[in-house]
């Protein structure tokens, strides 16, 4: 243990039962024999952005789909442990129902209609809503007033859009569905710097202003962290650290390894080789 807010897995942690997400020991399978995730824990407290932190393959996409039950599309299934929203047991709730609890994914790859124009997909978003067209219209304008770049190309075929404001409009369309949980899946990915952090200004504005919760993986920890409160580092289908985002920044372990640098010493890829072989979170 680095620090006393930073701490190295040794297990899995007690779970908090008053979490609005709770995740407990869950285990993955993919095509009944390869194992990906190997009891791994976290929470995620309301009104929070915790940040899902690795590298490719680590396990990050996979743990989101566990939570948002989309695992069986690919031939994977939860066989231990439990997932918990609002302290009841979500995990045999179809993909449909867990949205209509309120809790949404955004895949990776932004995954747009393409041959729908823009606003055709944000009210793809409002399926499972019972609320009323009137009700459904008045919070489109809000999407719109956090996406004013959607308003402007909403009668736009969204094939015909850029990869920011597809991922603008894949975050759009999960915000039509009133949701309390966004499970954000690589916002970053494929976007010029410019754009990522026009995307976690949005994120951290609709967490401020109207209280959504996320759960981001995200491989660009530098970003992620700046942008989050809390955060949890996977490797190899295990949580090996988590902390509070400040705690993870400064930590030395997290620097070197994830980061390229020690201190203000950028390193080399020879010493991160040989630091992948020393790191004591593996010992």
């Known amino acids: 243990m680095t620090s006393s807010s930073v701490s190295v897995k040794q297990g899995a ?22 194992l990906v995730l190997k009891g791994v824990s976290l929470e995620v407290s309301e009104g929070r952005v915790v940040a899902l932190l690795g590298g490719n393959g680590a396990g990050k996409s996979t743990t989101l789909k566990a939570i948002s039950n989309l695992l069986s599309a690919e031939r994977g299934v939860v066989t231990k442990g439990s997932i918990r929203f609002r302290g009841e047991d979500v995990h045999s709730l179809s993909p449909n129902a867990l949205v209509g609890r309120g809790v949404v994914q955004v895949m990776e790859g932004r995954h747009c209609f393409e041959h729908l124009t823009v606003e055709e997909n944000l009210l793809t978003g409002a399926y499972t809503r019972k609320d009323g067209r009137a009700a459904i219209q008045q919070h489109l304008e809000l999407v719109y007033g956090y996406f004013p770049r959607l308003k402007e190309r909403r009668r736009s075929q969204a094939g015909y859009t850029s990869g920011g404001e597809q991922q603008m409009l894949a975050l759009g369309r999960a915000l039509m569905a009133k949701p309390s949980v966004i499970l954000l899946d690589e916002p970053s990915m494929g976007l010029a710097p410019q754009l990522v952090e026009e995307i976690f200004e949005i994120v951290k504005a609709l967490n401020e202003k109207e209280q959504v919760t996320f759960l981001l993986a995200e491989q660009n920890t530098t970003v992620a962290l700046r942008y989050s409160h809390y955060g949890y580092i996977l490797e190899n289908g295990r949580v090996v650290m988590d902390g509070d985002a400040a705690s993870l920044l400064a930590n030395e372990d997290v620097k070197e390894f994830y980061l390229g640098m020690s201190g203000d010493k950028r390193k080399s890829y020879r010493d991160i080789k040989h630091y992948r072989r020393r790191k004591r979170w593996l010992a």
Not at 21 to 33: A, G, K, Q
């Open 13 to 34: 942690p007690d779970t908090d039962a008053g979490a609005l997400l709770c995740v407990n020991n869950i285990e993955v399978i993919y095509d009944h024999v390869i």
